[in-house]
């Protein structure tokens, strides 16, 4: 799957969710929600590493990587942003050779 159609398929997704639990996605709500997934990724982290209390859980690690992934994606979607794009222009460049 590439970027465009795991972005797609993550804002379907989002837009199911939301009907369902009648949540109001307002104009900063992508990015907050994004904030919210990241605090909850290092959270898990910090149990993995023994600096917070509560059982570690490799799997939970996982699962809050693929919610901080699936906001950016809802953000960028939101924001106009071609986040294919700036991929190969911020990191992607550096794989390129001189020939």
Do not use: F
């Not at 929600?33 to 939970?60: C, F, I, N, W, Y």
């Amino acid at each position: 799957m590439d970027l465009n159609d795991l972005t797609a398929s993550v804002l379907r997704i989002s837009d199911i969710y939301a009907a369902e639990h009648d949540i109001d996605r307002d104009g900063d709500w992508a990015l907050l929600k994004l904030q919210e997934e990241l605090g909850e990724l290092t959270a898990e982290h910090l149990r993995l590493s023994g600096r917070a209390r509560g059982e570690p859980d490799a799997s939970a690690l996982g699962d809050e990587a693929a919610d901080v992934l699936g906001m950016l994606l809802i953000y960028c979607a939101r924001a106009g942003v071609d986040l294919d794009q700036a991929m190969r222009r911020k990191w992607l460049k550096w794989l390129e050779t001189d020939a």
